[in-house]
């Protein structure tokens, strides 16, 4: 279900009421056992499945209309739904019900010289908003993460998939009626208005953290107009280094499915660096196998280019003098999301991954494969780029934060 209201009603106060009643359904969902969460995340499945009819509908709706604006085919399929994406997204929910629950989870614990027990241990972060575009299968990511970590999740999508969003909410608020909890623990905030996400990001001490997830422009609108804390996620300049002690075998491998396997994520490589040393035979080799592959090649680039996202089929390549000038060059133009070195130099290797400022660095594999699932934790709301709180693929652990638990025996603390 939106949440809507008249014309005349002020959008401030929309948002905030929702807010509102958002934390009110946090606080129960804070309580409740790991049974009763994937209980209604396999009821939230069912319901989805059961309402594949309304929901295609609704997404031929969203449709017709991103058509008739002349919306490029790669966002049309981002946004199109189908039976069989409909079926994944349902087995997303039950893949999360599958997770372990991070919430209360004893992270450091001992007893004082005093006798006071104390431990840490993992709490819902609360009211978690979320600004993302195009996709409305994130809408229904959102919601299972949130809910498996105790958390409500305050929804605010593009205009363009509206119709889509509104029907899969609806489908989700059904189940957790059902299931006796909270419809508030998801609300979708109206998307035909802009100003509704500067309200949302803006509801400090209503909202406990908002995650944006889009593009660049999306990400610094949010980043630099929130007053509720941000984790900031999403935007990748990565960088693929072929050092001087490279297999181009290897190279040639890991280049072509870092940059062409999904060229539009964030996690796609966007610049090429090549050691100096072996230039006159590697670059050749490996500017051949990206055109080959249909990857336009920039490689007399511009400063734009060296820091462009591109999230399309080009690439910058540039050479590089030795390590130390690749190391400079990512740490200088990277937007400390991944970068990938290749080598078969154990001691480059280590100083690459030492020295790189990136939330994930790999050695001889692919910038592709910085994800949740492939790292082997699930599902994921977002890959933050910051250091405070989370870094990297954010899974159900970095939907938490801590509470510090003291017991004691009538302890008090001498003057």
């Not at 958002?22 to 209980?39: N, P, Y």
């Not at 030795?322 to 078969?344: F, S």
Request: proline fraction near 4%; glycine fraction near 8%; aromatic fraction near 2%.
């Amino acid at each position: 279900m939106s949440v809507h209201a008249p014309a005349d009603t002020d959008l401030r106060q929309q948002v905030h009421d929702a807010a509102r009643r958002a934390r009110v359904a946090a606080r129960t969902l804070g309580t409740l056992t790991s049974e009763i969460k994937d209980r209604a995340l396999h009821a939230a499945a069912d319901s989805v499945l059961a309402s594949v009819g309304e929901v295609l509908a609704a997404n031929e709706v969203d449709l017709d209309v991103a058509r008739a604006a002349g919306t490029p085919a790669a966002i049309l399929d981002r946004l199109a739904l189908n039976s069989q994406r409909v079926d994944g997204i349902a087995a997303g929910l039950r893949q999360v019900a599958g997770l372990p629950d991070p919430v209360g989870e004893v992270l450091r614990g001992r007893t004082l010289p005093n006798g006071l027990r104390i431990r840490q241990q993992r709490v819902p972060l609360g009211v978690v908003g979320m600004v993302y575009e195009g996709r409305p299968n994130v809408t229904v990511d959102a919601f299972g993460l949130t809910l498996k970590s105790g958390n409500a999740a305050l929804l605010r999508g593009s205009s363009s998939a509206r119709h889509s969003n509104e029907a899969l909410v609806t489908a989700l608020r059904a189940a957790l009626v059902a299931e006796g909890l909270p419809a508030d623990a998801v609300a979708l905030l109206p998307s035909e208005d802009r100003a509704t996400v500067t309200h949302l990001i803006q509801a400090r001490g209503l909202v406990d953290v908002v995650i944006p997830r889009g593009g660049a422009g999306l990400i610094d609108a949010v980043v630099r107009d929130a007053l509720v804390p941000t984790i900031e996620t999403g935007v990748g300049n990565c960088h693929v280094y072929v050092h001087a002690a490279a297999d181009l075998d290897v190279a040639e491998r890991i280049l072509l499915n870092s940059k062409t396997r999904r060229p539009s994520v964030c996690n796609a490589a966007e610049t090429l660096l090549v050691d100096a040393a072996i230039a006159d035979r590697a670059v050749p080799r490996l500017l051949d196998a990206l055109r080959n592959a249909g990857v336009t090649v920039h490689d007399d680039p511009s400063e734009d280019d060296l820091r462009a996202e591109f999230l399309s089929m080009d690439i910058a390549v540039a050479v590089v003098d030795g390590i130390d000038a690749a190391i400079t060059h990512v740490n200088e133009y990277g937007t400390g999301h991944t970068e990938a070195i290749v080598t078969t130099d154990l001691a480059a290797a280590e100083r690459f991954t030492g020295e790189v400022d990136a939330a994930a660095v790999m050695v001889n594999a692919a910038t592709s494969f910085t994800d949740g699932e492939q790292f082997g934790f699930g599902a994921e709301i977002g890959i933050s780029t910051q250091k405070l709180h989370a870094r990297g693929p954010m899974g159900l652990p970095e939907l938490t934060s801590t509470k510090w638990v003291v017991w004691g025996d009538g302890h008090i603390r001498p003057a």
